[in-house]
């Protein structure tokens, strides 16, 4: 197998990307206008899974989280946090009941709830049971199919899309990938960042008919190796010839490819850039941190195509919205901000906590990290002029 061409995109070139498509804070733009973003999990055995998720959306800088999870999930979501909109609108079917139109109609209140949302995130504590996924692979396909029949009428047009255009899978959202490959193909299906671990990308590449042995070599120095690029490459563009899709596979150095169909004769220069993380984190590993990993790649990829929409009031009233300096596909550098955020967290909660860390110490401090790593500009003088009237 020939070594995979691709070339690193530089950390700088990310962080710029990323300081630019944050949402400004300077008290011109409106409550869900930063990212509105919901996670589609939740069942009776995970539900921590999900909160976490939201609030690392919320945390990154969203302005609105919801999750949507099982009739026995909602009650104890809605406890940890009343900052979380709780839809615990998945039951299972009765007895009596045909559970395949359950699912349906489940789904289609999934949907109704998915109106002007940016970004869906499917998967965290969504687990294996049958009626689970089967509600989660139909939202999944309809929000494929619209977004990508939104795409098509908005043409030429000025047409509104209504749902979510942004998505990231996670955890047993993987499974429904790999059940139907097919599922996110078309030319404007959402951008999709999918976030395998170890084991859900074996089981990735199996469902794609990639062999994670060919061309592995096991000398390659490379923190993540050149085989692996290529198999993430193959995956990727397996699942959408047209660059949608970027899979971030989780791990030592976690690694973000895009798909797309290679050229013949291309020159370095257009290969397609693929993103390393090497952050310093810490050697804690405790449950629940890709779950912090989805929610930020959410709230990231939401701000940056709402950047691309233009939908930001410019940080001044006479000022233009930043341009992007750099031409990086923006869920490359929603990936990596993501990566790089929760390492940091993980790596200044570790500071304090230790061996006791866990995934809510990691939470608390991804603020204080997005501040050091993108801090709030100053704020215009028309916000932070405070005038005391005398009548
Ligand atoms: N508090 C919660 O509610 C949490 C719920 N979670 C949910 O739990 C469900 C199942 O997650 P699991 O963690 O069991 O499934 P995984 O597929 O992540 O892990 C299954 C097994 O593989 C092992 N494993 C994990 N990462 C590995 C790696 N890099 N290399 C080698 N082996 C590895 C694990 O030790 C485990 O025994 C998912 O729905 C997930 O969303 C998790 O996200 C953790 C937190
Ligand atoms: N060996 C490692 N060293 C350093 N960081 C790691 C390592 N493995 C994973 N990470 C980091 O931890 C984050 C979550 O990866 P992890 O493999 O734990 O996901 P997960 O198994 O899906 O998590 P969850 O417990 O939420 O289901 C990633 O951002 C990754 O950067």
């Given at each position: ?320 919205q930043p341009q992007l300096p750099h031409t990086l596909p923006l869920p490359l550098c929603a990936a990596w901000g993501a ?53």
């Amino acid at each position: 197998m020939a070594s995979f061409q691709s070339r690193t995109a530089s950390t700088t070139h990310l962080w710029r990307s990323i300081d630019a498509f944050l949402p400004p804070l300077n008290g011109r733009n409106h409550k869900g206008q930063s990212g509105r973003i919901a996670i589609l999990g939740g069942s009776e055995d995970y539900t921590g899974a999900p909160f976490y998720s939201a609030m690392a959306a919320l945390r990154t800088g969203a302005d609105l989280s919801h999750v949507i999870c099982h009739e026995k999930a909602g009650p104890p979501i809605k406890c940890y946090s009343p900052e979380l909109m709780v839809h615990p609108v998945i039951r299972f079917p009765r007895a009596d009941e045909d559970a395949a139109r359950a699912a349906r109609q489940q789904a289609d209140q999934v949907m109704d709830l998915l109106t002007h949302l940016h970004v869906l995130v499917i998967g965290p504590g969504l687990g294996q049971h049958p009626h689970m996924q089967r509600v989660a692979g139909d939202v999944l396909a309809r929000v494929a199919a619209d977004c990508q029949a939104q795409a098509e009428a908005s043409d030429g047009a000025t047409a509104r899309p209504t749902g979510p255009r942004g998505l990231v899978l996670d955890a047993d959202a993987i499974r429904l990938v790999c059940d139907a490959p097919d599922v996110l193909a078309g030319p404007r299906a959402p951008r999709t960042i999918l976030t395998p671990n170890a084991n859900e990308w074996r089981r990735l590449a199996q469902a794609c008919d990639v062999d994670l042995q060919a061309g592995a070599d096991a000398a390659d120095p490379a923190p993540v190796p050149s085989a692996t690029l290529h198999a993430l490459h193959a995956v990727a563009s397996r699942l959408n010839a047209h660059g949608r899709v970027h899979i971030l596979l989780k791990g030592r150095a976690d690694a973000i490819v895009p798909g797309a169909a290679p050229q013949d004769g291309a020159t370095p220069e257009a290969a397609p850039p693929v993103a390393i993380c090497t952050t310093q984190g810490s050697g804690r590993r405790c449950g629940g941190q890709g779950d912090l990993l989805t929610g930020c790649a959410a709230a990231l990829l939401a701000g940056a195509q709402l950047w691309e929409a233009g939908a930001f009031q410019p940080p001044h009233a006479a000022s233009a919205q930043p341009q992007l300096p750099h031409t990086l596909p923006l869920p490359l550098c929603a990936a990596w901000g993501a990566c790089h955020v929760v390492r940091l967290a993980n790596a200044r909660a570790f500071e304090t906590h230790r061996r006791a860390t866990s995934a809510v110490e990691i939470l608390n401090a991804l603020g204080p990290v997005m501040e050091d790593v993108w801090p709030v500009e100053q704020a215009p003088s028309e916000v932070t002029g405070v005038r005391v009237a005398r009548i």
